[in-house]
């Protein structure tokens, strides 16, 4: 080329014509490839600038090939950003991006604007009708989180106190007394939002679980955050519970208002929205689960087929579980919480043996059920002088009601074949017990009777048990059903009486009930009015003779020669009805063979002769005023109880391999390997067929040094493995029944090792006595 004619050199590189201005060079709209410029590849740039050189000043127009949905092609016109600060939305500068570029890039606007190192940052995408969304994965291309030309991204820093500018909580005292405030890290209340004490509680433990903790406070979870996890929150649950945790340890709030995560836990697990009590169990699985599944470093879960033990060592087996376990599960959660059971089961039939290891995130231990069951109940006797006593008696758990009897028959030394069991709600009976009934029908809510019956000497019939119901009548006709009867109501106790059912004639019955009424020590009143107050005698009244006529239609009609006699007579006490199991007139349906029966009683007639006060009192047996001593359980027995052999429920089979169908195995729990933080649920909620409780067993357990090397299948562990001894750092309480109660928690400080008692926004200082006591209302 050394011949080559001077006149034909091409000169330097000049792209002047492709410039809208010298200044910005900013490239000019519309150009048209291969008639405005051509592309080139890198290496031929390279080597026509060493020939030819370029115009000075002018910078190399270099451009990226991006990957566009279905073509690549090189991108010419890159994205035009605008970028400013959320505390100085003034302040804007112009950056370009290509569309391939990570929204990381982004980061260049630290620099920009001198934010300081380590500054927690988040971003916000502003498009021109002024609305912002959040730029929540920042590691997808700027092609794929949809920003274009014109667009203006907004970066907001976390405020020293945990929170965001943007999202700031309103907060009761001034904003000047909060910023000032200063305490201890960590020790920090959480609002009642309303019944969210069982969310509070949860948080409070888990945030005292150093490790996560840290995680979150150095923001480790930001590199971790998983958007595309089908199984996930799209990482939305790891930021609402990171921002919690920041403000709680931020150490400038006496307490935080965690409203924003509430909504989260509800948009993502519909059984905590609204404003229900819950258990803090509960909320803690899904929020340990939730966790996981956001920050889970396996971006593709992998199919694993899992393989049956078949005779290999336990060695070979759990570590082929737990390495097939974090090829799908990889986060902080696995590596904090997690660890390994042994699951044994054997097939009945075939004596099939499958060995399988199962990873658990905390173990929920059964408290073992004692055998025996207190029950509270009134016992009503014959005696004319005594009041319904209160007893406390001990009965099988799983006995009848003739044990109940019999334990009743023990303080009172009445036979348990004279009583009657009943459910007494609102002034009826709501259930009479046979002998033979489970007591596991009864609840411990129950207002429950125990009646004595008299002993009919020489009947010559089956007595009949009669149920009697007291009510009034009001001083009006009820003209509007159509009839001219009385409306009554029901009042006082309900009574049961053993008659001869030659006794049941209305004039027979008149005077059982009469006496029963005047010697009950339930009911205080005199037999018949003194002789100067009774009224006179007098003929039947029109209203006397519609009782008669009822009275034959509802009594056993007596002997054709005991015909009752037409006479004059003085006003009664009160008349006697056949009702049903209500206490109404009208029957039911269904009605079974128990006969009913109301007195009703004058309103005048009952305010003279039937004393309220005196009717509603009892009287207290010695039982009662023996403690009831709470059954004490160490943990070890939970412990042991949940490794014991159990056999299979019906509804939950096991399909035998060998067999070909499915078998009630006998079923066997042991730990393999336990996690640097181990969570214990104490399963204090018992539910039956019949019947739930809470069981207020008191667990006893240390405080530092809990072993577990015994229950630990696997003796030998290596160095840096999670450890078998363990120190406790977070309690959650509940107290009261199932269907109230309020949960609190006690935990240990991670920075200063001193215990505090957490009670929603109330935060006070805790020994560790008070925390042994606490256990016993214990749920997790």
């Known amino acids: 080329m050394n011949d080559q004619n001077s006149s034909s050199f091409p000169g330097q590189i000049d792209n002047t014509e492709l410039f809208e201005d010298l200044d910005s060079f900013h490239l000019k709209e519309r150009l048209v490839e291969n008639e405005d410029f051509m592309l080139v590849p890198a290496e031929a740039w390279h080597r026509l600038l060493a020939w030819y050189g370029t115009v000075d000043g002018q910078p190399p127009l270099e451009r990226k090939v991006v990957d566009l949905p279905s073509t690549l092609k090189v991108e010419v016109y890159p994205i035009e950003i605008f970028l400013c600060l959320h505390s100085n939305m003034e302040n804007v500068i112009t950056a370009k991006f290509s569309r391939a570029d990570s929204i990381r890039e982004f980061v260049l606007m630290c620099e920009a604007f001198m934010v300081p190192a380590g500054s927690e940052c988040r971003l916000w995408m502003k498009s021109s009708d002024s609305s912002c969304e959040r730029l929540r994965n920042v590691h997808v291309s700027v092609l794929d989180a949809c920003l274009s030309s014109g667009m203006t991204v907004i970066m907001e820093m976390r405020n020293a106190d945990g929170t965001w500018p943007s999202s700031r909580p309103q907060i009761m005292n001034s904003v000047e007394e909060q910023d000032s405030y200063r305490g201890q890290p960590g020790v920090c209340g959480l609002t009642n939002l309303g019944n969210t004490c069982f969310m509070n509680s949860a948080l409070q433990c888990l945030s005292n679980a150093p490790p996560l903790t840290e995680y979150f406070l150095q923001s480790s979870y930001l590199e971790e955050l998983n958007f595309t996890n089908p199984l996930g929150m799209k990482g939305e649950i790891a930021e609402a519970y990171a921002d919690v945790i920041k403000q709680m340890w931020s150490g400038r709030h006496y307490s935080v208002v965690p409203r924003v995560f509430k909504t989260k836990v509800g948009h993502f697990a519909s059984q905590f929205l609204g404003y229900q009590q819950h258990d803090s169990q509960e909320l803690l699985s899904f929020l340990l689960d939730g966790l996981h599944e956001d920050l889970n470093r396996v971006k593709n879960k992998e199919y694993i087929e899992l393989r049956d033990a078949e005779g290999r060592p336990d060695q070979e087996v759990a570590e082929e579980a737990w390495r097939n376990h974090r090829r799908r599960n990889d986060s902080v959660i696995v590596d904090t919480f997690h660890g390994l059971f042994k699951s044994t089961l054997v097939c009945p039939e075939c004596h099939k043996v499958s060995v399988t290891f199962d990873p658990f995130c905390y173990l929920s231990v059964p408290l073992p059920v004692s055998k025996e069951r207190v029950m509270e109940?009134?016992?009503?006797?014959?005696?004319?002088?005594?009041?319904?006593?209160?007893?406390?008696?001990?009965?099988?758990?799983?006995?009848?009601?003739?044990?109940?009897?019999?334990?009743?028959?023990?303080?009172?030394?009445?036979?348990?074949?004279?009583?009657?069991?009943?459910?007494?709600?609102?002034?009826?009976?709501?259930?009479?017990?046979?002998?033979?009934?489970?007591?596991?029908?009864?609840?411990?809510?129950?207002?429950?009777?125990?009646?004595?019956?008299?002993?009919?000497?020489?009947?010559?019939?089956?007595?009949?048990?009669?149920?009697?119901?007291?009510?009034?009548?009001?001083?009006?006709?009820?003209?509007?059903?159509?009839?001219?009867?009385?409306?009554?109501?029901?009042?006082?106790?309900?009574?049961?009486?053993?008659?001869?059912?030659?006794?049941?004639?209305?004039?027979?019955?008149?005077?059982?009930?009469?006496?029963?009424?005047?010697?009950?020590?339930?009911?205080?009143?005199?037999?018949?009015?003194?002789?100067?107050?009774?009224?006179?005698?007098?003929?039947?009244?029109?209203?006397?003779?519609?009782?008669?006529?009822?009275?034959?239609?509802?009594?056993?009609?007596?002997?054709?020669?005991?015909?009752?006699?037409?006479?004059?007579?003085r006003k009664s006490l009160f008349t006697i009805q056949a009702v049903n199991s209500n206490g109404t007139t009208e029957r039911g349906m269904g009605e079974g063979a128990q006969p009913y029966v109301a007195i009703d009683w004058d309103p005048d007639m009952k305010k003279r002769f039937y004393n309220e006060n005196e009717a509603e009192k009892y009287v207290k047996h010695s039982s009662m005023e023996v403690p009831q001593q709470q059954t004490t359980v160490q943990l070890q027995e939970c412990i042991e109880l949940f490794t014991t052999v159990e056999t299979l429920e019906e509804e939950n089979p096991w399909y035998c391999p060998v067999c070909k169908k499915h078998q009630l195995a006998t079923k066997k729990l042991d730990l393999w390997s336990l996690p640097e933080v181990l969570i214990i649920h104490l399963k204090r909620f018992s539910y039956t067929k019949f019947?739930?409780?809470?069981?207020?067993?008191?667990?006893?357990?240390?405080?530092?040094?809990?072993?577990?090397?015994?229950?630990?299948?696997?003796?030998?562990?290596?160095?840096?493995?999670?450890?078998s001894r363990y120190d406790l750092i977070a309690v959650s309480n509940h107290y009261g029944g199932l269907r109230d109660g309020h949960y609190t928690s006690y935990a240990r400080n991670k920075d200063n090792d001193q215990w505090y008692y957490f009670d929603d926004s109330k935060v006070t200082y805790a020994r560790e006595d008070q925390i042994v006591v606490s256990l016993t209302s214990s749920n997790s």
């Open 377 to 569: 109940v009134f016992f009503v006797s014959l005696d004319p002088h005594a009041k319904p006593a209160q007893h406390r008696v001990v009965v099988p758990k799983a006995g009848k009601v003739i044990d109940l009897c019999s334990a009743l028959a023990e303080m009172t030394n009445v036979p348990p074949t004279q009583m009657v069991v009943a459910d007494v709600f609102n002034h009826r009976f709501y259930k009479i017990y046979n002998a033979d009934e489970s007591l596991s029908c009864i609840l411990d809510r129950d207002d429950i009777f125990v009646y004595e019956l008299s002993v009919l000497e020489e009947a010559e019939e089956q007595p009949v048990l009669l149920a009697l119901y007291l009510r009034e009548r009001s001083h009006y006709r009820d003209y509007g059903s159509g009839g001219s009867s009385y409306g009554t109501s029901l009042f006082g106790h309900p009574l049961l009486l053993s008659v001869e059912q030659r006794h049941c004639s209305r004039q027979a019955l008149y005077q059982l009930i009469l006496q029963r009424l005047a010697s009950s020590r339930r009911h205080a009143m005199a037999s018949e009015p003194p002789a100067e107050q009774r009224p006179p005698a007098c003929h039947t009244t029109e209203e006397e003779q519609e009782e008669d006529k009822q009275e034959e239609a509802c009594s056993p009609s007596p002997p054709a020669n005991q015909q009752p006699e037409r006479r004059k007579r």
């Open 691 to 723: 019947t739930r409780e809470k069981l207020d067993s008191i667990v006893d357990f240390p405080l530092r040094d809990l072993d577990f090397s015994d229950s630990l299948l696997r003796k030998s562990l290596s160095n840096g493995e999670p450890p």
